[in-house]
């Protein structure tokens, strides 16, 4: 299987359905299903909570991030590295 993360902003056109963005990242996303094990970063789900507060309300917030942690694995990025230049 393929890892994939997916970010940010494809889990936001979801969770907001953002036009017409939120269609192609649906499909992305549905992908997870059959082809492909799918990362989220933990602050992901975050700022996704956040901003799907504000415009569906608590409860459609909370049955999205729960729908989404059960589908993806979450990533937890304790470590940063410098990249270095290639040349």
């Not at 994939?4 to 992908?31: G, H, M």
């Not at 996704?48 to 993806?72: Q, V």
Request: charged share 25%.
């Amino acid at each position: 299987m393929i890892k994939v993360l997916y970010d940010t902003n494809i889990i936001l056109d979801i969770a907001l359905d953002r036009k017409p963005f939120a269609e192609y990242s649906l499909k992305a996303v549905n992908l997870m299903d059959t082809k492909i094990n799918g990362y989220i970063n933990v602050l992901t789900l975050v700022n996704t909570f956040y901003f799907a507060r504000k415009k569906t309300g608590i409860e459609r917030a909370r049955k999205f991030i729960a729908d989404l942690r059960s589908s993806t694995y979450l990533m937890w990025f304790t470590h940063f590295y410098k990249l270095q230049s290639c040349s």
